[in-house]
């Protein structure tokens, strides 16, 4: 009895698919009596509902989209799996698409909305210098969210939807963290500082948290990330984090823009014999698991993640049914103080910085 | 002139699209003549061709899709870029689809054929409990592929394809290592050891090493991670491994099956106080960046995620192009011996390990 369907056990009661559907799934709007009936053929025939099965009632129009850039973000694997339980809740159908770094997301959203009939669309990760022309486009409801991206300040906010944390807020509290630890040289390391980007953003938390202390912005201790390695990842934290401690500058913190450059710092600073914290403070930025199990464990700016994958869901939920318009939703994000940062030593000692074992 | 589309500029030069998506895709298969007329006018009207312009010429039917159970999973991020580039080159639209851990994927499969015609598809993770008869009604050209797949051995390899590591060998490689090395009570971290799963099969591998080694197989020591935290994670290597600690059995090695698992043994180890490789060594299994930039570095088994998901990628355009039937492709992993393994200390030392600083 395995092979029969959703579509089989309808005949049999003599109802629809639909019918069938609301059954198994308790929905309010279904005869009681042909409820009963329709769950007695299901146990009689031993009906195993699967999720597709379930969903036959779902139509092509019943889609959302999550435009991801950055699929190997940790970040997002999370995020998506929220998404999903929202989603499946909601009775829609989900569809995740992969956007190349190099690739304009509202085109390929634009050319979904057309092939696909999605009814909204959530775009994770990337930044946007999308033009409000482009963006009028989109004919569906759409959510620049959360991890990863920027409020895209040129564009009217009454134009779109956003749920995010304040990049620059955060990022000038973590700064103001490792002030108040006693360090004044605090390198950076910063990706993608594009007009808008959340990069730009955490870069200007940090210049004006030592602005407001009085301490000038040394240019040195702005390390950008390679830009021929993946921007964020270990191995760009790591080779970045190399070429800081090869120039020699001094420095008693580094402040990585991303947990998964935090790692990657580390590493470096590990294989140069540098102690953490006790030579040099490493931050990161995002919350993700490593972080956590990272040895030493790191200190980060951590993002609601699951909060915020939820809010994202429901509010184009509710922007689908009309029962919302665009809104702006902000999080905040929460100073997880680990093992990895601690008082600055004194300036003296912070020159005795060994420039790095390996060669 | 930002507005323009491939459609305009075939219009302008008095062509087809898909001519001038030859002549923009520098196609062997277009006369000359035209395709430098076509490429005047892109010049003369500035069009800068996008992605999604490009694929215009794409219709639905030239559609795969990959199905992917575990997306938060390191080690699929870089496969599914792999499989994104081929895919690309060879002009197919690519369809990401996660399935949740309890959902069957070729029902998944079997309804998106039937929805979205497609041309074929790559199974990544999951394992495979599916009968001959079930597999029989997917009616395109599957590859069960790679990394965290095991081969269906209940199923006639006439009926599939696949494309992995020998888990069972590899692990079995992992096992002897830690031998020679002088370990005896060696733990190992178990995930999802169903029938053919690879979790099982790198459980066979490390049995299959200690009795040809004649060493009787400790129970105690044979840790399955827990089964209500997900179970490829650094969370369940981490309490799995102090539950371990607790128990008080000896040890001086711990095998974790996942690299993931085996970030989360080092963490508790650390917390434990527990020195590394001094007093315990930690191999893990997949080769994931993690491992690599882990302090201390994670003795492995790379698996060649790249040319897997290469490989996997043709495979599936060779079957589907009618060039190859199913074909079953092994690649052999690669030992990478790191800081966090070395040789076992003296059976006396090892019952002093310290049962957990950390309640």
Redesign the interface.
Known sequence: MSELTIKDIARLCGVGVSTVSRALNNHPDINPETKSRVLKVIKEYDFVP????RNLKRT?SDRIAVLIKG????LF??M??VI?EETQREKYS?????V?YN??EV??A??MVK?KRLKGIIFLGGYFLHSEERIHKLTVPYIFSTIGTAVPEHISPALYSSVSVDDRRESYLMTAYLLQQGHRNIAILSAETEINSIGQLRLEGYTQALKEKGIPVNENLIRRVEDDVEHY???NG?LTTRSLLASGEPFTAIFATADILA??A??AL?EAGVRIPEDVSVTGFDGI??A??????ITTMKQPVKDMAKTTARLLFDMIAGRKGYEHILFSAELAVRESSGPAKGLGESKQLPAGKKG
């Open positions: 699967n999720n597709s099965a092509e699929i190997a973000n940790p694997g999370g998506i799996k999903e989900l569809e995740l698409k992969h190349e690739e304009d085109e390929v634009i050319e092939e990842s270990m191995e790591y790692v990657g580390c590493r590990v698991d490593m956590e199990y990272y040895n030493p464990s």
